[in-house]
């Protein structure tokens, strides 16, 4: 067996775990088509299927696949584009999409975090319910701070990491996988991400 044979999951292992994968996600709130969906996506070596190839692999409709496609892209997890050469189009997870993620989440907890300060002033800071408000706006506000400094971290760590995944196919003779962002890294720029 070759080392690239050894990091490749068995195929009949492949199905199972992207429905095991989907349950997490929709335990924690995705519903469940979006949930296989990305799922199916995000273990793809390119991250990329067609709405055909989704419906093949997941068997489900082309109607399920436009509806799980529309919430992903509404939350910002997939993106569309155009497979090149046809009118088709193809779905993409990004690479960094939980990154991503956690970019909208610290939007949204700006939102909360101003509407329930004005909450707070809205009831009276001095009442019990004032009080509430106000913990939970400076709660958001402090995750909001830990949050930047963690994603500055990671990116970081990010770094080294795909600068040693580089390092590790260059001794293997294997070339940087297109999209990777290895490119941008080398040239000491973030990346698209």
Do not use: H
Not at 5 to 32: C, H, K, M, N, Q
Not at 33 to 52: E, K, N, Y
Not at 59 to 79: C, E, F, H, K
């Amino acid at each position: 067996m070759t080392e690239d044979a050894a990091d490749r999951p068995a195929p009949d292992r492949l199905p199972a775990y992207v429905e095991r994968f989907a349950s997490v996600l929709t335990d924690s709130g995705i519903p469940r088509m979006p949930s296989r969906v990305f799922a199916a996506l995000i273990t793809r070596d390119d991250g990329r299927l067609t709405s055909q190839e989704l419906s093949d692999l997941l068997d489900i409709s082309p109607a399920a696949v436009s509806g799980a496609i529309r919430y992903l892209s509404q939350v910002n997890l997939v993106t569309r584009e155009r497979q090149p050469g046809t009118r088709r189009d193809r779905y993409r997870v990004l690479d960094e999409v939980w990154q991503d993620a956690l970019f909208e989440r610290d939007t949204l907890m700006a939102r909360w975090e101003a509407s329930l300060t004005e909450g707070a002033a809205v009831v009276g800071a001095d009442t019990p319910a004032g009080r509430r408000l106000t913990e939970s706006a400076q709660m958001f506000q402090f995750l909001r701070g830990e949050l930047t400094g963690m994603l500055e971290r990671w990116q970081a760590r990010r770094a080294e990491l795909r600068a040693e995944a580089a390092r590790d196919d260059a001794g293997r003779g294997e070339p940087e996988p297109a999209g990777s962002g290895l490119a941008e890294i080398k040239a000491g720029r973030s990346g698209a991400g």
